[in-house]
């Protein structure tokens, strides 16, 4: 395949990443379907668990490929069926953390014979000791509260005063609500934030982002606004449509132009 850098294919992930180089991503985010029923405008939500499982172990299988020893996944689920696909990726890689994402939805009713989901779960796997981890990228700054209480002579010009903490392995970052103005007309839309946090940290400047089910096109913008290349793949030719205007809402020093989107065949 050529002219593939920077591309939204519009086609089934499993056969499109199979056209795709060996060994050319830096970063793998994946957001797939969690079997839930949802409405994604096909039935690639619904399947029996057993073939739900078995499908994930062949897209999982065919996206490794494309990724570099150095490279990275991130893996969006739900407590579900994040057990057995940890489990399937553990024998793959090596799991560095799991990331629980608190959606930061409001109390308002829910089930009354068990306790309410409001997260999501986030596997991050590295292919080998020496995968590329960006931690200054992502610190989180303190406060000038916090930097006042750390006044002694001891702590003047530490760098991890001044450059911010690591960030935890709860993310606190509100859902993309009705209103919000990320907000694209996709059912499970992820925020900016929490895609630019993975793409800052675990992938290099100037690096490859691979995403298999691009949705909304979160990452792709993601990619773009920091300075990454991505190729991703959405099978519904509408969310495809999203994606592109998406990415040519960019400003000019995204490289907007740039990107194509293929439509399906």
Request: hydrophobic share 40%; charged share 25%.
């Amino acid at each position: 395949m050529d002219n593939w850098r920077n591309r939204v294919f519009c086609e089934d992930a499993v056969k499109g990443i199979a056209r795709l180089p060996d060994g050319v991503a830096d970063l793998i985010i994946a957001d797939p379907p969690y079997n839930l029923g949802k409405d994604y405008g096909n039935d690639s939500d619904r399947m029996e668990s057993a073939a739900y499982l078995e499908w994930t172990a062949a897209w999982v299988d065919a996206a490794l490929k494309k990724l570099k020893p150095s490279g990275s996944l991130y893996i969006f689920l739900t407590w579900r069926y994040s057990p057995e696909v940890f489990v399937m990726l553990k024998q793959r890689m090596t799991m560095m953390n799991e990331i629980i994402w608190d959606r930061r939805v409001p109390s308002m009713g829910g089930s009354t014979r068990r306790y309410s989901s409001v997260h999501d779960t986030v596997g991050f796997f590295v292919n080998a000791r020496d995968y590329y981890f960006d931690i200054d990228a992502v610190r989180v700054p303190y406060d000038a509260e916090t930097k006042k209480a750390r006044s002694r002579s001891i702590f003047v010009g530490a760098k991890w005063l001044e450059m911010g903490y690591n960030p935890k392995d709860v993310w606190s970052v509100s859902r993309l609500h009705r209103e919000h103005r990320e907000r694209a007309d996709h059912p499970t839309q992820k925020p900016l934030e929490i895609i630019e946090r993975m793409v800052k940290a675990s992938c290099p400047p100037g690096g490859l982002v691979l995403d298999p089910f691009l949705g909304s096109g979160t990452t792709a913008v993601a990619a773009r606004r920091c300075n990454r290349d991505f190729v991703g793949f959405e099978l519904n030719p509408d969310y495809c449509k999203l994606i592109e205007q998406r990415l040519a809402a960019l400003q000019p020093e995204a490289d907007a132009a740039a990107t194509v989107s293929t439509p399906c065949p």
